[in-house]
Each structure stands twice: as C-alpha cells, then as structure tokens.
C-alpha cells in the first residue's frame, strides 16, 4: 500500500515560514551540490498533496513546474472549487477520504508538501506514514508553526538521523502502529 509522507524543512523552533510566509531562512544552509537526499526522496513520489496558499506561494515565486513535471499527479487541498488544470485538481472534499482512495490506488507514494493547515489535517486524522524533518539551525521566534495544538498523540519510531557540514539535521520518523 502507498504510504502518505511529509518531507518538510523547519527552524529549531518549529516554524516552516517566517511572517508573510516568508522562506528565505531556508537560504541558511543551500550549499552547491547538496540536496538533503530530496532527488531520492522524490524518486519514489508520484502524487502531490498540497494546499491551496502553499499552492499559490509556489506559483508566485518558483513556478508550478516544480510539481508538475507530467509525471506526477498534484491535489490541491482548497476550500473553494477551483477547475483542473492538468494533472493538477483541485479538491475540496474530506481529506481522509481522499488519502483512503489514494492509498488503494496502484502507485508510488503520496508526498503532502504542505502547509501547515493541510499537515495539521493529516495528523489530526492520523493519516500520516513517515515524516522526514530537516531542521534548519535557526530560531525564529515568529511564523508559520509546523505542528499546531490540538491534534491526538501519535507515537512514532525514529528510523534515522543525518547530520550535514551546513549544520542542518535531517530527522526520519514513522508512524508506530
């Protein structure tokens, strides 16, 4: 069965995003060569879950060819219908009955890239199979929280660490069921 996971980088205190959605803290630890394993990772997604602002940022500011490669299937998670474009929909439905039908559907697994509110969904439905963590050695103070209050506990078991020489740490945890 495909699994559901989330690949996400965050400050040591726990927000993905300054103020405005602000990003440019990830600037920190770019380094020539370097991709956390991101090529490897991605090589064994063939669905996007993602939500609408972060949708909309990515749009904005990278351009929606970082998801839709033609390959890939991308849902976006959206309060409002908007129409198709592509391989990218976008859904408005219940988002556990949406993981449930990707689950059993033939496939590589179901990578959701965010935001918060759509990863807070997830594991507010105890939807989610791996999260791999890379801190980024900063505090923020401010932004965008990665995990908001609220949501059952979930014990995971840790399957790996990494450390890089740019001073990011790399956490992989899955879901102990």
């Known amino acids: 069965m495909r699994k559901t996971v989330i690949y996400i980088a965050t400050s040591l205190d726990g927000y993905i995003a300054k103020p405005n959605d602000d990003l440019s803290f990830l600037k920190l630890v770019e380094k020539e060569g370097e991709d956390y394993g991101y090529a490897e990772f991605i090589s ?24 839709d490669n033609g390959d ?14 592509g391989k990218t929909r976008f859904y408005n439905g219940d988002i556990t009955e949406l993981i449930s039908t990707l689950k059993h559907e033939e496939g590589k697994n179901i990578y959701c890239d965010g935001g918060a509110e759509v990863i807070h969904e997830l594991l507010k439905n105890d939807l ?20 908001k209050d ?28």
Request: net charge positive.
């Open 128 to 147: 989610v199979d791996e999260l791999t963590i890379s801190v980024v050695p900063i505090l923020l103070g401010a932004g965008t929280r990665l995990f």
């Open 150 to 177: 609220n949501r059952p506990e979930q014990m995971l078991e840790h399957v790996e660490t990494k450390a890089f020489d740019t001073g990011l740490v790399q956490l992989k945890y899955k879901r102990k069921r």
């Open 44 to 67: 064994e997604i063939d669905t996007f879950i993602i939500g609408r602002k972060t949708y909309d940022w990515v749009a904005n500011n990278i351009g929606t060819s970082h998801y």
């Open 72 to 85: 890939r299937d991308v849902i976006v998670v959206s309060r409002t219908a908007r129409s198709d474009n």
